[in-house]
């Protein structure tokens, strides 16, 4: 809603038809109100239609991925297939195939197993739970320094277990 604020001739007082300067400042808060939560809600709409796409889309390459992975068969049968027509016995060029199956199995999960153990465990989350609440950190321990003494590893299984305790009471 815009407003006209018309010049007055000098020496004349504004009538009683023109807004105060307050009423006008209420007047554009009230505009910008609405003009965010008219951006806002265009922001959701525009927002929830992506995410819509995104999920449709995101559903597509999984059925991709499993019609991909039931094709595999399809190939293997056509490998092991291939080398009868060069002279194996039927049974061996399948055996072969197999084996070669169970090869590949074995090298992904050693990658797999490798990558895993890579991770590293977050320490400093895995500490925060268990200090008692309005209690600041050890000096030195938080960020985890690396070479804690048993002591505060002990102070750690304490604190732990008085947290478990008081938790069961409740």
Not at 22 to 30: F, I, K, P
Not at 41 to 47: F, G, P, Q, S, T
Request: aromatic letters at 6%; charged letters at 20%; proline letters at 6%.
């Amino acid at each position: 809603m815009a407003h006209s604020v018309s010049p007055t001739p000098l020496g004349t007082t504004a009538g009683a038809e023109e807004p105060s300067v307050g009423a006008l400042v209420q007047s554009a808060m009230a505009d910008m109100s609405t003009l965010v939560r008219a951006e806002i809600e265009l922001a959701k709409a525009e927002v929830g239609k992506s995410a819509k796409k995104a999920g449709i889309g995101g559903g597509l390459f999984g059925a991709a991925a499993v019609v991909a992975g039931f094709s595999m068969f399809f190939v293997f049968i056509a490998l092991a297939e291939g080398l009868t027509a060069i002279g194996l016995p039927r049974w061996l060029s399948y055996l072969l195939v197999w084996v070669f199956l169970l090869l590949l199995a074995g090298l992904l999960a050693l990658v797999g197993k490798r990558l895993i153990s890579k991770i590293e465990k977050p320490e400093r989350t895995l500490e925060t739970p268990l200090r008692p609440a309005g209690r600041a950190a050890p000096r030195g321990s938080w960020p985890a320094a690396p070479g804690r003494a048993r002591g505060e590893r002990r102070q750690g299984r304490a604190a732990r277990q008085r947290v478990l305790q008081a938790l069961s009471r409740r």
